[in-house]
C-alpha cells in the first residue's frame, strides 16, 4: 500500500486547512484509514480515523473543529480542519491499516498566532 499527501502549510490561528490522502496498491486489504501527528518533542499520536463501514474515531482535542471523511471507492481520506490553533501545528501523517500499518511521508501543517 503506497499513501500520497496533499495539503498542509501556514496558516493563522483560526483559519483552516484541508488534507487529502490517495491510497494506491493493495487497497483492497485496507481496513481503516487515518491520520496521526507528531509534534517537535512529543510522540505520534491519533489525529482521526475512519473504517470502511464509516466508524470515525476522533482525538479529544479535535474533536468539534477536524472532520475526517472518506472515499471507498477512490480510496481516499481527506481531513478539514477549521479553527486551528497553534498547538495543531505538527507533521501529519497519513496512516492505513491492512493487517499491518502504512504511512504516508508526513505534511507539515504551521498553525501561528
Known amino acids: 500500500v503506497q499513501l500520497v499527501e496533499s495539503g498542509g502549510g501556514l496558516v493563522q490561528a483560526g483559519g483552516s486547512l484541508r488534507l487529502s490522502c490517495a491510497a494506491s496498491?493493495?487497497?483492497?486489504?485496507?481496513?481503516?484509514m487515518g491520520w496521526y501527528r507528531q509534534a517537535p518533542g512529543k510522540e505520534r499520536e491519533l489525529v482521526a480515523a475512519?473504517?470502511?463501514?464509516?466508524?470515525?474515531k476522533y482525538a479529544d482535542s479535535v474533536k468539534g473543529r477536524f472532520t475526517i471523511s472518506r472515499d471507498n471507492g477512490n480510496y481516499t481520506v481527506a481531513l478539514r480542519m477549521n479553527s486551528l490553533k497553534p498547538e495543531d501545528t505538527a507533521v501529519y501523517y497519513c496512516n492505513a491499516l491492512a493487517i499491518v500499518h502504512y504511512w504516508g511521508q508526513g505534511t507539515q501543517v504551521t498553525v501561528s498566532l
Open positions: 496498491g493493495s487497497i483492497f486489504r485496507i481496513i481503516v
Open positions: 475512519i473504517t470502511s463501514a464509516g466508524s470515525i
